[in-house]
């Protein structure tokens, strides 16, 4: 039926890797453009990213002609007070592409790793060819989330499908989630955004993920440009089912994307401050856990605090409400101020109620 609302989609799965809400963060490890062109050095930060604890890493599939023209017109060179102002669009993306034939023998290596391997496509020319390498999920980038038919491209594969939200309006991504859908994509997850390289705090907006999840009913998470470690972890404490993070072996080195990339001590710091927050966001529990039952002893209880006879009416000079926990629950001092003792009571005994007639 065409108005029917989509079923709640409360997880995600790439391979055998289960997201959402209940699981472990899925930590995705952005390559870019930092491999700077040298083959050698992208295999360096897919090890570097394993070592860190990423569980997947994320490529770009594009060349300079796919994404724009070799043009000197004054639209075409970036004047946004960007990191990259003064660059032609044609330069910038000449420098910062992934070679295309680089790319099936990364995703073995990653594979080799246990970490999956895959990728943002800019056409559908890239789609065909990350098809043929078989990735197991599609990375929509911020930018693209307007151009439909790439997302019907993406959709037909059927494959799961993270879409970034950076810039995007709530009509927008309502455009984006419903073309997916209608074109064979069943699992759908969105990534909180601010477009910014690198993104300052106070962009973050962080409040935006629980309501995403509202929304759409669908994991969220977190694409994180901000030079922070504790950007992404606050995510997770939101409701984040999915961090994404560029990396870089330094940000000293030159590139498009160094400056706005964590280093991997940083990227390890990252993923450590994450698994804490998911083990301290622990579950939604009520009453005494493992590590604190034992102190239950001391909550109050009733106890005898004056010798007692045999017949004796209790009285509130003969029982109290005291420390430790170990006679009956002070909700009972009604009851029992009610009766008289079944038995001789000494000072200090623990009210029960074989002592009440």
């Not at 491999?35 to 070592?51: K, P």
């Not at 003064?86 to 790319?103: D, I, N, S, V």
């Not at 560029?246 to 698994?275: C, K, Q, Y």
């Amino acid at each position: 039926m065409p108005n029917e609302k989509p079923k709640l989609q409360t997880h995600f799965r790439i391979n055998d890797h289960l997201i959402g809400p209940g699981q472990p963060a899925y930590i995705i490890a952005e390559m870019s453009a930092n491999h700077h062109q040298d083959f050698d050095r992208a295999v360096e930060i897919i090890h570097l990213a394993h070592r860190a604890g990423a569980d997947a890493i994320k490529l770009q599939t594009y060349t300079p002609d796919t994404l724009t023209l070799d043009a000197d017109q004054p639209h075409f060179k970036i004047e946004q007070g960007s990191v990259w102002d003064g660059a032609r669009l044609y330069e910038l993306y000449q420098k910062a592409h992934t070679p295309w034939e680089w790319q099936p023998e990364l995703k073995k290596i990653a594979n080799q790793f246990g970490m999956a391997l895959f990728s943002s496509p800019f056409d559908t020319t890239a789609v065909d060819f990350l098809e043929k390498m078989n990735v197991p999920a599609y990375k929509i980038a911020s930018f693209e989330i307007i151009d439909i038919p790439l997302l019907k491209r993406v959709a037909a594969t059927g494959k799961p499908v993270i879409v970034s939200t950076g810039m995007a309006t709530i009509c927008e991504i309502e455009q984006a989630v419903a073309t997916l859908r209608e074109n064979g994509c069943q699992q759908i997850a969105l990534l909180k955004c601010t477009s910014a390289y690198p993104a300052p705090m106070e962009s973050m907006n962080l409040n935006t993920i629980p309501d995403l999840a509202f929304r759409f009913q669908i994991p969220v998470g977190l694409s994180d440009h901000t030079l922070e470690t504790q950007t992404s972890m606050l995510a997770v404490c939101l409701g984040g089912s999915i961090i994404e993070k560029h990396l870089t072996i330094s940000r000293n080195e030159s590139g498009p994307d160094s400056s706005f990339s964590l280093e991997p001590d940083e990227f390890a710091n990252m993923v450590t401050a994450v698994r804490q927050a998911e083990t301290t966001m622990g579950s939604v529990h009520y009453g005494p856990t493992e590590t604190d039952k034992n102190n239950l002893v001391f909550r109050r209880s009733l106890f005898a605090v004056e010798d007692i006879k045999a017949g004796d009416k209790f009285t509130s000079d003969n029982i109290r409400s005291i420390r430790p926990g170990q006679g009956l629950e002070p909700i009972h001092i009604d009851q029992v101020l009610d009766s008289r003792a079944a038995e001789a009571i000494s000072r200090g005994t623990p009210l029960t109620w074989k002592h009440v007639a």
